[in-house]
Each structure stands twice: as structure tokens, then as C-alpha cells.
């Protein structure tokens, strides 16, 4: 009997939902870095064995919105819970239950799908007496469906995982092809990554402020084995404009050598990436600059 069914993973910021995903699939289709709010989109992974497909949401982290963009991640994150088959709830082991978890919790009550918690991180844990008295605080907030340690970095119970959320789903035809690994297009995925890098090499106000627009992609006509893309960074500040090219041009370099690697690894492809820099002023708090970067779907 094959079984297919949607998981959504929610969580606070940072719990590690994007790199559980890429582990799950053997591969990046989402990014991951240090800085909060990495995730700014619900991105779909998909797993495909011989008996099961589970798609895979992986959301933005659920936190106090600060601007009109984090309004529409946490809005986003919420949504899937009614929607899906199965609800993964995903903390970071380390840091033990907290008051910002009643709110998730507070969701929860509202659905009907079971839901799974995942302590995730457990390699990274000393005290383990600790961590069983904080799984008896998520058991008296919660009647979770099964409780899972994980390490979503080293992969630690994650077989065992897949397995019990198979054996969660019921019967279900495959919704897309076994060597299909995510819903979103090529041009979403490309600036994913690049962005992934500005925030990885860049600090301070940098990040959050960062959106990475594809303006082309296509194979070039004379060689069919090479990409050619062309892309904007886009910031609010023409200071965080003269972080990201860097003296001489060399942080702009730098990013673009390291996405360049990522999308070649993805894709097949050799790569010629062409990046530049734009400056929309608080892109962040304004409706219409959200709705064009894709991030709202307000009329």
C-alpha cells in the first residue's frame, strides 16, 4: 500500500526546521544560516521512497512581527496547520521549554491533524536529566502524538522519524514524479541561495534587510550546458548597498562564487552569474514592494 500526506514543520526561529528538510532529501532546497527568520516563505521539500511520498513545509520561524514582512512569515506559518495531514513542532532541545512556545501550543489546540514534537539538537545536550523534564513540561502543555529526539545536522533518528510518519498517513497516490524534490521554480530556488550567502558573509543590519530578486534565467543559446542568470540583492540602506559589494567589488565576488557552487550542485549546470545591487527604500514595511517580491498576497 503506498501512502502520501503533507507534514507542515513550525517552530520559533532558528529550531533548525530548514536543515532537518535538505537532510531529509539529501540535498539544499532550502536555505539555512546563523540569523533568525532565515525562512521567509512556506517551501515544500519532497521525499519519495518505494512506499510512501510526504511533502515537507517547511515555514518561517513564528515570532513577534516587527514589520509588515514578518507579519505576512508568521501569518504564513500559521496557515499551513489546517491544511495538512500532520503537524511537526520542531524546538531546540537546548534551550528547554519557553514561554514563547504557549502561543505555538496555543495554535495547536485549534487543529485536528496529530502532531509530532521534535526535539531537535539533542546532539548538542549535556544534561540529560534536564531534557527529560523538559519533555514532561511539552507533555503537560500538549497531547503530542509522538515525541521525537532528533539531530536534523547529523541526521540522528531521522530514519526512525520518516518511519512513524509513514505509518501516520493513509493510503495516497504520488502527487509528483520520484525525482522531483521541491514545488518551487528553478528562479525561486536560485535566489534563495544567493541570499543564503549574503547572509552568511554579512553582518550586522544587513540581513534581515536583504531580498534577492532573478531577473533571467535561461540556457544560452550557443552552449545549452551553461546557465545564464542575472540577479539583484536588494537592501534599504546605500550603506548596506556599500557592505554588500565590498571594497574593490570583492564581497559581491565572493558571493557570487560561493552561489555559483550551490546552483551548479543543484541544477548540473555550469553557472554565469551576473549579481548587482539595488536600493528600495524600507522595502520591508511597504505593501506594494512585499506583494512584487512575492511576499504578500494582498491585492
Not at 513550525?10 to 532550502?30: D, E, R
Not at 534563495?192 to 531577473?215: A, F, G, N, Y
Request: aromatic share 8%; with cysteine.
Amino acid at each position: 500500500m503506498f501512502k502520501s500526506g503533507f507534514a507542515t514543520i513550525i517552530g520559533q526561529p532558528n529550531v533548525g526546521k530548514s536543515t532537518f528538510v535538505n537532510t531529509v532529501l539529501g540535498k539544499k532546497v532550502v536555505i539555512t544560516s546563523d540569523k533568525p527568520q532565515t525562512t521567509r516563505n512556506n517551501i515544500s521539500g519532497i521525499y519519495t521512497s518505494n512506499t510512501s511520498q510526504i511533502i515537507f513545509i517547511d515555514t518561517p520561524g513564528i515570532h513577534k512581527p516587527h514589520h509588515k514582512l514578518g507579519e505576512y512569515m508568521t501569518k504564513e506559518a500559521l496557515n499551513t496547520l489546517n491544511s495538512v495531514d500532520l503537524i511537526l513542532f520542531m524546538v531546540d532541545a537546548t534551550k528547554g521549554f519557553k514561554a514563547s512556545d504557549d502561543y505555538i501550543v496555543g495554535e495547536l489546540e485549534r487543529v485536528k491533524a496529530p502532531v509530532f514534537l521534535l526535539l531537535n539538537k539533542v546532539d548538542l545536550i549535556k544534561d540529560v536529566p534536564r531534557l527529560h523534564d523538559d519533555v514532561q513540561d511539552y507533555k503537560k502543555a500538549y497531547p503530542f502524538k509522538g515525541i521525537f529526539s532528533i539531530s536534523a545536522l547529523r541526521g540522528d533518528n531521522v530514519d526512525k522519524l520518516i518511519q512513524d510518519i509513514e505509518e501516520e498517513l493513509e493510503e495516497g497516490p504520488k502527487y509528483y514524479p520520484d525525482d522531483q524534490i521541491t514545488d518551487h521554480p528553478e528562479r525561486f530556488i536560485v535566489g534563495e541561495l544567493i541570499r543564503e550567502k549574503v547572509l552568511r558573509l554579512t553582518h550586522e543590519e544587513v540581513p534581515h534587510s536583504v531580498m534577492c530578486q532573478v531577473d533571467f534565467l535561461e540556457y544560452d543559446e550557443t552552449n545549452p550546458k551553461l546557465l545564464n542568470i542575472h540577479a539583484s540583492i536588494i537592501v534599504e540602506r546605500d550603506s548596506q548597498k556599500g557592505i554588500i559589494i565590498g571594497k574593490g567589488g570583492k564581497m559581491i565576488k565572493r558571493i557570487g562564487s560561493l552561489a555559483r557552487q550551490d546552483i551548479l550542485h543543484l541544477l548540473g549546470n555550469k553557472v554565469f552569474l551576473d549579481l548587482h545591487v539595488k536600493v528600495v527604500k524600507d522595502w520591508r514595511n511597504k505593501a506594494f514592494h512585499l506583494k512584487s517580491y512575492g511576499y504578500t498576497n494582498e491585492k
